[in-house]
């Protein structure tokens, strides 16, 4: 059974299109998060969620919208795809307890051509 | 702000020998956590390691384990007998114990030779 499950895992798209990725954990997770990890493979936090409420929320483009519909789902559109988006984008999942640790989905690979 | 540094962007070994990854970190706080994620040329983030600070003893995974230096706030990582499927993209992480944002290294790339 997969803890963290994104999809699509692979996206290729055109500039201007807007694209969703979902993501789900069934690990009984209370707080979710996204990450883009660019060509240089640095890991950059983008939103978390606990409970169902943003509580990070770093400097990204308003073209990002994340939705989490309930705990144990966060879902992550795009609007107006930029070529500067294509990335690893990945949804994680912990507790929100003192030193839990965060799993990581497979990651969505996306491409903007 | 806490940050995160990994200083070795490579690091090479040869199987079946040992090797330790760098990372250093920046708080002013008391407690928290460290990790060591494995990211293989798959993408899939894998935990390797998770050390508490609150407790003196160095964690240990089979062969990998930690030199946690809190006064330093250093946090390396040794990997015994090195083997070819530890080849992989190594980052750091923090957790402050007041809090759920994890904080990573740059990440350290580690090439095994046959």
């Known amino acids: 059974d997969t803890a963290v499950s994104q999809t699509p895992k692979y996206l290729v798209t055109q500039m201007g299109n807007d694209k969703s990725i979902k993501c789900e954990q069934n690990l009984g997770h209370d707080t979710m998060y996204w990450y883009k990890q660019d060509s240089k493979k640095f890991l950059k936090i983008m939103f978390s969620?606990?409970?169902?409420?943003?509580?990070i929320n770093e400097t990204v483009p308003n073209r990002f919208s994340p939705k989490s519909p309930d705990k144990a789902h966060l879902n992550l559109h795009i609007n107006s795809l930029e070529l500067g988006d294509s990335a690893v984008y990945f949804c994680?999942?912990?507790?929100?307890?003192?030193?839990?640790?965060?799993?990581f989905g497979e990651g969505s690979w996306l491409t903007v051509v | 702000a806490q940050t995160v540094t990994q200083s070795q962007p490579e690091m090479s070994v040869q199987e079946a020998e040992t090797v330790t990854l760098s990372c250093t970190y920046d708080t002013s706080e008391s407690d928290y956590y460290l990790f060591w994620y494995k990211q293989p040329p798959s993408r899939q983030m894998i935990l390797v390691i998770r050390?508490?600070?609150?407790?003196?003893q160095n964690a240990t995974e089979n062969r990998f384990s930690v030199n946690f230096q809190k006064a330093a706030k250093s946090f390396s990582l040794k990997i015994s007998d090195s083997q070819l499927g530890d080849a992989a993209m190594y980052f750091c992480?923090?957790?402050?114990?007041?809090?759920?944002?994890?904080?990573f290294g740059t990440g350290t790339s580690l090439t095994v030779i046959p």
């Open positions: 050390q508490e600070a609150y407790k003196q």
């Open positions: 994680a999942s912990s507790k929100w307890d003192s030193g839990n640790t965060i799993y």
């Open positions: 969620y606990n409970n169902k409420e943003l509580i």
């Open positions: 992480a923090y957790l402050p114990n007041t809090g759920n944002q994890f904080y």
